[in-house]
C-alpha cells in the first residue's frame, strides 16, 4: 500500500471541528446545540455585497488576476488609508481568504526547519500552516493571569535562534481576545530590526477593537516596511467567511514578488466573491458601529454570567469575539467530547473548543475552553448555565 508523507501524518486536526461527528450524534438524538466552537458570525452579511453579486451580469466566470483584480486592490488600499495604513495596490495580493495568505506569507520567507516565535495561545490553524511548511513553532507563552498581554520583550530575545525567521502575532488575538497596544508594537517592531526578522500580523479581526480602544497596525510602523508582512481578510470584518477572500499586504518588494509566485501557482482567487469583496468596502459604518455594539453587549454578558461560576478563571477580551476560560476540570477534551455525548439541561447542550490545540506546547491549556460569542445575548446566557450545571455534575 502507498504510504502517505510524515508531514501529512504530522498536520495536526482542528480543534475546532473535530467534535463535529459527535454533535452530528447529539443532533441526531434530538438534542439542541448552542455552537461556541466556531468563529462563525451570525450577523448578516451586509446588503450592499450581496446585492452586488445579484446584479453581476457575468457571461463568462472567468480567472481574475494572480494578484487580484486592480480596481479592487485600489479600494482595499483606498480602505486602508482611511485606517491610517498607507499601502498602494501594488503592496496587496489577493488571496483565499486569510488562510491562503498565512500559506503564501510562510512560504515566501522559510525553509523547512526555519523557526517562527509566536506568543501562545494561538490561532489553532498556525500550528497547520507551519507544519504544512515544514517550520517549528516555537512558542512564548502569554498567561490567562495577565490577561494574555504581549510577554515581556526579554523573553522573546531569549528565543531568537540562527534559524528564527519571524514573528507573528494576532491582533486584536484569536483566541484570546487581546488588542496589542502601540506600546508593544514598537517594542516588536526594534526586535525585528534587531535580529533581521519579519514581523507578521494576521489583523482579521481590526474593526473588532472595544472600550474605546483602536486598533495599532504595524503597518502602521514607518520604519518597518521592509520587515512587515500584514494578514487580512473579508471573512469576520463583513461576516463573509463563505466568500474565501482575504489579502497578503507588504511594503517589502521581494517578499510581493515571491508571494505572487506561490499566487501564480493557484491561478487566481475567487472571482464571484471579489466583486461581493470589492462592494462590501462600500458598507457604512453604520454598520460596524451596530455590529460593535452588538458584540460588546454579548462579551459583557458572557463575561459576567462565566465570572459567576466557581473555580472558572476568564481573561475580558478587548476585541475580536473569543475568549479563552480556563475550568477546575482535568481535559477540557473530554469534557467538550462529554457535554455532546452525555449532558443536556431540557434537551440543550453546548459546543465548545477544547483549548489544547491552540497552544504548541504539549500539555499546556488542557484545562481550558476556547468560547466564540457568535450567538446571541439569550442563546449566551443559556449557553453558560449549561456549562455550570455541567460541572456540577462533571468526573474528570
Ligand atoms: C486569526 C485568524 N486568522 C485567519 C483566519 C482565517 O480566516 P479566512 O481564511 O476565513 O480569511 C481566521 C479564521 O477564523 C482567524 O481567526
Redesign the pocket.
Known amino acids: 500500500m502507498p504510504t502517505i508523507s510524515k508531514k501529512g501524518q504530522l498536520m495536526p486536526q482542528s480543534p475546532i471541528r473535530k467534535l463535529v461527528p459527535f454533535a452530528e450524534e447529539a443532533v441526531k438524538k434530538g438534542k439542541f446545540i448552542y455552537y461556541l466552537n466556531i468563529?462563525q458570525p451570525d450577523i448578516k452579511t451586509p446588503e450592499i455585497a450581496l446585492q452586488a453579486i445579484k446584479n453581476s451580469n457575468i457571461d463568462i466566470l472567468a480567472y481574475s488576476r494572480s494578484e487580484g483584480s486592480e480596481v479592487y486592490r485600489q479600494k482595499i488600499s483606498a480602505y486602508y488609508k482611511k485606517h491610517d495604513i498607507g499601502v498602494n495596490h501594488n503592496d496587496i495580493i489577493v488571496t483565499t481568504?486569510?488562510?491562503e495568505a498565512?500559506l503564501f506569507a510562510f512560504g515566501s520567507i522559510m525553509d523547512v526547519d526555519d523557526e517562527i516565535i509566536i506568543p501562545e495561545p494561538f490561532?489553532a490553524n498556525y500550528n497547520g500552516f507551519s507544519t504544512a511548511s515544514a517550520v517549528k513553532v516555537v512558542p512564548v507563552i502569554s498567561k490567562i493571569e495577565d490577561n494574555f498581554a504581549l510577554p515581556p520583550i526579554e523573553e522573546f530575545e531569549k528565543l531568537i535562534t540562527s534559524k528564527t525567521k519571524a514573528i507573528l502575532i494576532?491582533n486584536p488575538g484569536?483566541p484570546t481576545g487581546y488588542l496589542y497596544s502601540k506600546e508593544e508594537i514598537e517594542k516588536l517592531a526594534a526586535i525585528v530590526k534587531k535580529h533581521d526578522l519579519f514581523l507578521i500580523a494576521?489583523e482579521?479581526?481590526r474593526e473588532f477593537a472595544y472600550d474605546g480602544n483602536t486598533h495599532y497596525s504595524i503597518m502602521q510602523e514607518t520604519e518597518l516596511e521592509d520587515y512587515a508582512i500584514m494578514?487580512d481578510?473579508v471573512?469576520k470584518r463583513y461576516s463573509m467567511?463563505g466568500a474565501?477572500i482575504?489579502c497578503l499586504v507588504s511594503k517589502n518588494k521581494t517578499v510581493i514578488q515571491t508571494a505572487l509566485k506561490f499566487a501564480q501557482a493557484r491561478l487566481s482567487p475567487p472571482t464571484l466573491a471579489q466583486i461581493a469583496s470589492e462592494a462590501a468596502l462600500d458598507t457604512p459604518q453604520s454598520y460596524f458601529d451596530d455590529v460593535i455594539e452588538e458584540y460588546v453587549e454579548r462579551r459583557n454578558i458572557l463575561i459576567s454570567e462565566l465570572q459567576k461560576i466557581d473555580g472558572l478563571k476568564v481573561a475580558k477580551p478587548k476585541g475580536a469575539f473569543y475568549c479563552i476560560v480556563e475550568l477546575p476540570i482535568k481535559n477540557s477534551d473530554n469534557f467538550a467530547k462529554w457535554l455532546l455525548e452525555n449532558f443536556d439541561v431540557n434537551g440543550e447542550t453546548v459546543m465548545v473548543a477544547p483549548a489544547g490545540g491552540f497552544y504548541s506546547t504539549p500539555g499546556v491549556g488542557l484545562n481550558q475552553i476556547r468560547i466564540a460569542y457568535v450567538l446571541n445575548k439569550e442563546s449566551l446566557i443559556k449557553a453558560v448555565n449549561i456549562i455550570k450545571e455541567a460541572l456540577k455534575v462533571y468526573k474528570d
Open positions: 468563529g481568504g486569510g488562510s498565512l490561532y494576532c484569536n494576521d482579521v479581526y494578514i481578510s471573512s467567511c474565501r482575504g
